[in-house]
């Protein structure tokens, strides 16, 4: 048997030591866990708070926009055009960020551990930048949503938190950007459910045992304040809709097929490419960015003229009117808010997809049910939104859970999780690439390309050769 070392002390077995040994094993007496769980509790009070009032100062903009459009149409033929080209011309420098959806941005900085590449895509002058700037989209008559840029400012303010609080290990920003961006998109839509399977789904792709208590209670938060500021209301109102087994499930098979082709053609339209149609469309801008959007807002405009409500903003009081079986609306409103969807990414402005998609969804839904005279029209009007958002998306799961919450209805959560896993196949078949995915591994491929451009340029240190090193000798 071995001695004991003289040197060696024995443990302290003392009360003090076993809760210091406790609370190494365990996180709830962390003081490092619990400043972590604070700076996220307070930053998803601000999520919620940035989120109510971008919500409250989008629709008060817009509606600065449809008074003067209602009061004479053609003040749109030089507002939406101006307004359009002003954005592309802010954001061809330190405002790029901001432009598109933001989700994207989110994603990339989630995947890629680069301080700088995170600060570029999520600083806090990014984040005020995309909430100004949407705004002025939308008082141009942008057709976007804010729910993506609620997304970037969400995981913006949490990370720009996190830093500041001296969370700067990778690992733990992924988390602060994580929480925010869930956080963002249940504030944005008063949808809780919907933040956290996005977080899920979309921005990280598995669930974090760690983390789960974490985001949950983050994205609770932010809801709670949403709730508090607005009441308890689903965004589009509540409907008491059905869809009874039989001849009427049909329409499941209709709107997933018809309207996951087009979320996947939409999808595909917008992601950049190097060649083909998108290849000059990508060069077209490249070449004139500011010019190439102004014609992007004057198509939007031209378009516009072809229906009675317009196709500016994010669609959603003609989707809520679909859904109610009152719209004025033309029958071609769904195509037409399409076209006006892709004209307004294209131009490379800041603004989101999702409540525009749920428009074209709702406008193709209400072609679809003019087929089947059997079925109530709001049920095969939700399934549709649902479809086109999950086409477009790729996110099956999240456009589920967003059409049930934004509807108050349980009824349909069958028919919405068939017919959003049926669109996400058939959109496979156009793109197959979801868009969000796509345009953040974009991100990172211009990063890395950067990057090795950057260290290529670098000149290396020149090594001294040993027969230089001292002065050679004269031969004598």
Not at 56 to 78: E, S
Not at 171 to 182: D, K
């Amino acid at each position: 048997m071995n001695e004991q070392d003289p040197h060696d002390e024995p443990p302290v077995r003392t009360p003090q030591g076993r809760l210091q040994r406790l609370a190494a094993s365990n996180d709830l007496f962390s003081p490092v866990q619990w400043r972590r769980r604070i700076l996220f509790w307070s930053g998803a009070v601000l999520v919620g708070l940035a989120a109510v009032g971008f919500a409250q100062a989008a629709d008060y903009v817009f509606g600065l926009f449809q008074k003067v459009v209602t009061h004479n149409r053609f003040w749109a033929f030089l507002i939406t055009p101006a307004t359009f080209a002003v954005l592309a011309w802010l954001t061809a420098g330190a405002l790029k960020p901001t432009r598109g959806s933001g989700i994207p941005q989110a994603m990339a900085a989630l995947k890629v551990e680069d301080e700088g590449f995170r600060s570029n895509l999520l600083s806090l002058r990014v984040a005020i930048g995309k909430m100004a700037l949407t705004l002025a989209a939308l008082l141009g008559g942008a057709s976007v949503g804010r729910e993506g840029p609620t997304v970037h400012v969400g995981a913006g303010l949490l990370y720009s938190l996190g830093r500041r609080f001296g969370f700067a290990e990778p690992a733990a920003v992924g988390r602060f950007i994580l929480a925010g961006s869930a956080a963002g998109l249940a504030a944005a839509f008063n949808t809780p459910l919907a933040g956290v399977v996005f977080a899920i789904e979309e921005m990280s792709g598995a669930f974090e045992h760690r983390m789960s208590g974490t985001l949950l209670t983050a994205v609770i938060i932010a809801g709670v304040v949403s709730l508090g500021i607005l009441g308890n209301y689903a965004y589009f109102g509540r409907f008491d809709i059905n869809l009874p087994l039989g001849e009427a499930w049909l329409a499941v098979l209709a709107t997933g097929i018809v309207c996951g082709l087009a979320g996947g053609l939409f999808a595909r339209l917008i992601l950049p490419s190097d060649t083909g149609f998108r290849g000059a469309v990508g060069r077209l801008r490249a070449r004139q960015p500011v010019v190439f959007a102004a014609a992007c807002g004057l198509a939007l405009v031209l378009l516009s003229q072809l229906t009675h409500t317009g196709l500016y903003g994010t669609g959603y009081a003609q989707a809520k009117a679909l859904l109610e079986g009152h719209s004025d609306t033309v029958a071609g409103f769904g195509a037409l808010k399409f076209l006006g969807n892709i004209a307004s990414y294209w131009a490379g402005i800041p603004g989101g997809i999702f409540s525009p998609a749920l428009a074209v969804g709702a406008g193709l839904g209400n072609n679809i049910a003019a087929w089947m005279p059997g079925v109530d029209p709001a049920s095969v009007i939700l399934l549709a939104m649902a479809a086109y958002l999950s086409g477009v998306t790729q996110a099956p799961l999240t456009a589920t859970v967003i059409s049930m919450e934004l509807t108050a209805n349980q009824q349909m959560a069958l028919p919405i999780m068939a017919t959003c896993l049926l669109a996400r196949a058939t959109s496979t078949l156009v793109c197959r690439k979801p868009v969000y995915k796509a345009l953040a591994d974009k991100l990172i491929h211009d990063f890395e390309q950067r990057k090795a451009a950057e260290a290529a340029a670098t000149p290396a240190d020149t090594a001294v050769d040993d027969t230089q090193a001292e002065p050679t000798k004269p031969t004598p």
